[in-house]
């Protein structure tokens, strides 16, 4: 498990950095860095990019930019990182259900979330909401009560989540089975679509990133029954936990950076040490918290070891909801 104090850690980072100096960016030759990002800009996940590729210019490369490749469910930003020269110059920014999910519910995957990318550094950690929007009547104030509603108006039985197969996806279908209720599951390019649908009556819940939800919470259309966590979230204090509400569930998620496979070792601790100073910055920290994103970084051993766990975590859970990317 990562811990808060590798946000200590970034004290000495931003002094490697400075003491490399001038000489180091002269080395690494990096003219434009592109941090790519498999869903839609506004959301969560092109937060903590944005935040991020500001503080890494000019020191990792004169200037960083954000490339958002939708698609697949996030796979296609992978695939694109992949196959890109291991110079530094591309780095991949991903949920880890990408690889550690997504290689339980597909028999082939165009990417080998082990061989095919270099950890960096987590870059936070966060809870996942499950929110109603105005197809669902006032009256729906917890998830049971929403799964009696649904049980009772089968037509309205569905939520949204970002991708098939995310953690989200699965945090929304193991509420579902928790009622005995099949909850028809829609997946979107990002929470962001699927909050607008939500928004509009066209679905019923969003299972997503908390920080995808309460930026919508001032319409007052929205209300978010339950968090994903082991406790309340500082984020959404009022909101209690499925474990609350009698679901014995607790499920959160990290965003984390990644190179290309050949990347050197040298490379990857330049970038580490600059991702480490990045999450350090006051501002960074208190811009992730409005999107309800933990700041927190972590060695390339201990991202590697992370994605180990959780893979291993995630198998018998994807077999217990029964889904497949074929089904």
């Known amino acids: 498990m990562i811990h808060r104090r590798h946000l200590l850690q970034a004290t000495g980072a931003s002094a ?27 959301g969560t996940s092109d937060t903590i990019c944005r935040r991020v ?6 020191d990792y490369a004169k200037a960083v930019v954000v490339d958002n490749r939708t698609g697949a469910g996030g796979q296609i930003a992978i695939q694109y990182v992949k196959g890109r020269p291991a ?47 105005p197809a669902v009547p006032a009256e729906v104030k917890s998830v049971k009560d929403f799964l009696a509603w ?28 928790s009622g005995g209720v099949d909850l028809k599951h829609a997946a979107y390019r990002g929470t962001q679509p699927a909050m607008l649908d ?15 939800i309460t930026q919508h919470l001032s319409t007052g259309k929205v209300r978010i029954l339950s968090l994903s966590g082991e406790k309340r979230s500082r984020f959404a204090p009022d909101v209690p936990t499925l474990k609350e509400q009698g679901i014995d569930m607790a499920h959160s998620e990290w965003f984390a950076f990644f190179l290309p496979a050949k990347a050197s070792p040298e490379l990857v601790a330049r970038l580490n040490a600059g991702m480490k100073a990045a999450l350090a910055h006051k501002d960074v920290i208190d811009g992730l918290g409005t999107f309800g994103l933990e700041a927190m970084s972590s060695s390339p ?15 018998p859970i994807v077999k217990q909801v029964g889904f497949t990317a074929e089904g």
């Open 150 to 177: 649904a049980k009772a108006n089968p037509a309205g039985a569905n939520f949204g989540s970002p991708a098939a197969g995310s953690t989200p996806h699965f945090v929304g279908a193991l509420i579902g089975k």
């Open 16 to 42: 490697l950095l400075a003491g490399l100096g001038q000489r180091a960016f002269a080395q690494a030759g990096i003219e434009t860095a592109t941090i790519v990002t498999g869903f839609a800009a506004g």
């Open 198 to 212: 939500l928004l509009g009556g066209n679905i019923s819940a969003v299972s997503g990133p908390i920080g995808d």
């Open 301 to 315: 051993a201990e991202l590697a070891e992370l994605i180990r766990k959780d893979t291993a975590k995630w198998g």
């Open 87 to 133: 110079d530094g110059a591309t780095i991949l920014q991903t949920p880890t259900s990408m690889l550690t999910i997504y290689p339980h519910i597909y028999k082939k995957l165009a990417y080998d979330p082990v061989a095919d990318l270099a950890p960096v550094s987590v870059g936070c950690v966060f809870d996942f909401g499950f929110a109603v929007g």
């Open 53 to 58: 590729a500001q503080k890494l210019q000019p």
